[in-house]
């Protein structure tokens, strides 16, 4: 777990700024704006989704769902008094085989 | 109409059951969307969508983490090799290290979701 986290921190991290300047250089059609635009309407149109209760399924990357979490008491670590933590879902990935398989070929960056 | 549903499949009732409570949204919704909000033609659409997904896939692939502010971010992970089993067989593998992503919700995206989950419960039920 600990080796996991510190890989975690070394990664190197495409973002979202980084996103859409690489697909304005790819679609030279459209400009800059139009991609940021079309990029936060993909963004805003699956968390709206997920949170509506729909699921995604995107072929060859993966679906995401919701997970139930029963109602729980838990602790505040601090004062290590009780609290009670209500039932909720949370979003979940679960990767396609296709992205699996290809994030598993040894091929550092 | 007896003799029709005899006729299905397992796999074509689960689709019924799934299609009941979980509404999918799909590559072709995504593309809609570019249509409607951002002014894509519909291949300029379709061709986008599939471009944003091959740039994540491939980023990844690469061993670079993608952070999407405001939605989440995919992570990577080593896993190193651990014991396991064939569930079907109950036979004792080893599982091999591998590399595997992850998904981490931003606080915002957690957090509408889990504001709406009264309504969640009523949609979806109390299933794990």
Same mark, same amino acid.
């Not at chain 1, 995401?64 to 609290?83: A, C, F, I, Q, S």
């Given at each position: 777990?600990?080796? +996991?986290?510190?890989?975690?921190?070394?990664?190197?991290?495409?973002?979202?700024?980084?996103?859409?300047?690489?697909?304005?250089?790819?679609?030279?059609?459209?400009?800059?704006?139009?991609?940021?635009?079309?990029?936060?309407?993909? $963004?805003?149109?699956?968390?709206?989704?997920?949170?509506?209760?729909?699921?995604?399924?995107?072929?060859?990357?993966?679906?995401?769902? $919701?997970?139930?979490?029963?109602?729980?008491?838990?602790?505040?670590?601090?004062?290590?008094?009780?609290?009670?933590?209500?039932?909720?879902?949370?979003?979940?990935?679960?990767?396609?085989?296709?992205?699996?398989?290809?994030?598993?070929?040894?091929?550092?960056? | 109409?007896?003799?029709?549903?005899? %006729?299905?499949?397992?796999?074509?009732?689960?689709?019924?059951?799934?299609?009941?409570?979980?509404? *999918?949204?799909?590559?072709?919704?995504?593309?809609? *969307?570019?249509?409607?909000?951002?002014?894509?033609?519909?291949?300029?659409?379709?061709?986008?969508?599939?471009?944003?997904?091959?740039?994540?896939? +491939?980023?990844?692939?690469?061993?670079?983490?993608?952070? $999407?502010?405001?939605?989440?971010?995919?992570?990577? %992970?080593?896993?190193?090799?651990?014991?396991?089993?064939?569930?079907?067989?109950?036979?004792?593998?080893?599982? +091999?290290?591998? %590399?595997?992503?992850?998904?981490? +919700?931003?606080?915002?995206?957690?957090?509408?979701?889990?504001?709406?989950?009264?309504?969640?419960?009523?949609? $979806?039920?109390?299933?794990?």
């Amino acid at each position: 777990m600990s080796d +996991s986290h510190e890989n975690q921190l070394k990664q190197p991290t495409l973002t979202k700024s980084e996103l859409v300047v690489y697909l304005t250089s790819e679609q030279p059609q459209l400009s800059e704006t139009d991609v940021e635009l079309a990029v936060n309407s993909i $963004l805003e149109h699956m968390a709206t989704a997920l949170a509506n209760g729909e699921r995604i399924e995107i072929r060859g990357f993966g679906s995401m769902t $919701l997970h139930y979490r029963p109602p729980r008491v838990g602790r505040n670590p601090k004062t290590d008094e009780k609290v009670d933590v209500p039932e909720k879902y949370v979003p979940h990935f679960n990767p396609g085989a296709n992205l699996r398989k290809r994030v598993n070929s040894v091929n550092p960056a | 109409m007896i003799e029709v549903d005899k %006729r299905r499949t397992k796999l074509e009732y689960a689709k019924v059951a799934t299609s009941k409570t979980w509404m *999918t949204v799909t590559k072709a919704d995504l593309g809609n *969307t570019l249509f409607d909000e951002v002014g894509l033609n519909k291949r300029e659409a379709k061709d986008f969508v599939e471009l944003f997904f091959e740039k994540i896939r +491939s980023s990844l692939e690469h061993g670079f983490a993608v952070k $999407l502010s405001g939605f989440g971010s995919f992570t990577l %992970r080593n896993k190193t090799s651990r014991p396991g089993r064939n569930p079907k067989t109950g036979e004792a593998v080893v599982i +091999s290290a591998r %590399r595997v992503v992850t998904f981490r +919700s931003s606080q915002k995206l957690k957090k509408n979701v889990i504001d709406n989950s009264f309504e969640l419960t009523q949609k $979806l039920g109390r299933k794990r």
